[in-house]
């Protein structure tokens, strides 16, 4: 289309080319503006109006620079509190400090006589030669059978062989009245076997004498069974009673 076309355009066409020309005109300009860099009023004129900072430099001074408390008192808190080293005496003295004092049993004096049966560990360990293993033992073995009825079954707790026993003997009495009894015509046969001078065959032979018999009346009955022996009468008749 050449500029001669414009004349053949109708009045209201040409018109409408001019708008639309002058509307292209208008945009052009206000991209322009816009990306062209713009100065901000307010900056020149603070840079105008305020004077320069100058750093303000401290007094020259011949005498030492003084030191500030406060600062001085927060950097010393600061530092580590450091303990004197501790020497190997002292480190032993306190460990055997915390350690738990150990009082030695006071022994009696030869001439004592402890009763076996109503002695307790504490009056044991106090016997020569006797600790705290061998009082143990000796208690746990009295309640087993029943009580001692004789010193002589002291060398039946383990751990008291023939010497120490020797050593031992004449330190104690016994009051057989103390030993516990057992109920040959009550007990079941489980609480007979139980004890250790009864075993589970003659245990189950006393059980079945009472049912034939009844009544046990004493040890002349159990005296018929095979099971039992004279060494057996001399151990176990202490610890049964036939009522």
């Given amino acids: 289309m050449s500029w001669r076309d414009l004349f053949y355009f109708s009045k209201g066409e040409r018109t409408a080319l001019i708008?639309?020309?002058?509307?292209?005109?208008?945009?052009?300009?206000?991209?322009?503006?816009?990306?062209?860099?713009?100065?901000?009023?307010?900056?020149?004129?603070?840079?105008?109006s305020q004077p320069p900072i100058q750093e303000a430099s401290a007094p020259e001074s011949d005498s030492q620079p003084v030191?500030?408390?406060?600062?001085?008192?927060?950097?010393?808190?600061?530092?580590?509190?450091?303990?004197?080293?501790?020497?190997?005496?002292?480190?032993i003295q306190r460990y055997t400090s915390s350690q738990p004092a150990y009082t030695r049993t006071e022994k009696f004096a030869p001439g004592v006589v402890v009763e076996l049966n109503t002695a307790d560990t504490t009056i044991l360990k106090k016997v020569p030669g006797i600790g705290s293993a061998f009082a143990n033992r000796i208690?746990?073995?009295?309640?087993?059978?029943?009580?001692?009825?004789?010193?002589?079954?002291l060398a039946e707790v383990y751990g008291i062989d023939e010497e120490r026993y020797a050593a031992f003997e004449p330190w104690?009495?016994?009051?057989?009245?103390?030993?516990?009894k057992l109920s040959v015509n009550t007990l079941p046969q489980d609480s007979l076997?139980?004890?250790?001078?009864?075993?589970?065959?003659?245990?189950?032979?006393?059980?079945?004498?009472?049912t034939q018999k009844k009544q046990l009346s004493g040890w002349e009955n159990l005296a018929l069974l095979?099971?039992?022996?004279?060494?057996?009468?001399?151990?176990?008749?202490?610890?049964?009673?036939?009522?």
């Fill in 193 to 210: 076997s139980r004890h250790p001078y009864i075993n589970y065959r003659q245990a189950r032979a006393i059980v079945q004498l009472r």
């Fill in 226 to 243: 095979d099971e039992f022996t004279e060494q057996d009468k001399n151990r176990i008749m202490p610890y049964l009673s036939f009522e």
């Fill in 19 to 48: 708008l639309l020309l002058s509307l292209i005109t208008i945009a052009g300009a206000i991209v322009y503006t816009t990306n062209s860099p713009a100065s901000d009023p307010h900056e020149s004129t603070l840079a105008v």
């Fill in 139 to 153: 208690v746990r073995y009295r309640d087993l059978i029943g009580g001692y009825y004789a010193v002589q079954q």
């Fill in 67 to 91: 030191t500030n408390p406060s600062t001085s008192t927060s950097t010393s808190s600061t530092q580590p509190n450091r303990q004197p080293r501790e020497s190997t005496a002292e480190r």
């Fill in 172 to 180: 104690f009495k016994v009051d057989d009245s103390l030993v516990r």
